[in-house]
């Protein structure tokens, strides 16, 4: 079992950057690829970014590609997802997952483990 908390969301008006943590516990960080959806009002859940166990493999959703950057730290047992320009459409609870390692994919579906979100309210 891994148990995951994310944090760092809050309110931010268009154009300006956030930085999500999501702390892992339970079994090795070091073996999982972690990703990044969203699920905005009324929509359903969405790939925003993957990371590979290894951090080698990176991939983004086009709409965040250039604005996002995820990243880990395996000795904190933490991945980071930082948000800049960020934009009224962004708004929506952050998720992060895990999954254990193999190929990057954004398909929810494949990810074993999920966190309980945390809210970004961009403000126009």
């Known amino acids: 079992q891994v148990q995951l908390v994310e944090s760092g969301g809050g309110l931010v008006q268009a154009g300006g950057s956030l930085r999500l943590s999501c702390a892992a516990s339970?079994?090795?960080?070091?073996?999982?690829?972690m990703g990044w959806f969203r699920q905005g009002p009324g929509k359903e859940r969405e790939f925003v970014a993957v990371i590979s166990w290894t951090s080698y493999n990176i991939d983004y959703a086009n709409f965040v590609k250039g604005r996002f950057t995820v990243s880990r730290d395996d000795a904190k047992n933490t991945v980071y997802l930082r948000m800049n320009s960020l934009k009224p459409e962004d708004t929506a609870v952050y998720y992060c997952?895990?999954?254990?390692?193999?190929?990057?994919?954004?398909?929810?579906?494949?990810?074993?483990?999920w966190g309980q979100g945390t809210q970004v309210t961009v403000s126009s």
């Open positions: 997952a895990a999954k254990v390692r193999g190929d990057t994919t954004s398909v929810p579906a494949a990810y074993d483990y």
């Open positions: 339970g079994r090795p960080f070091s073996i999982y690829d």
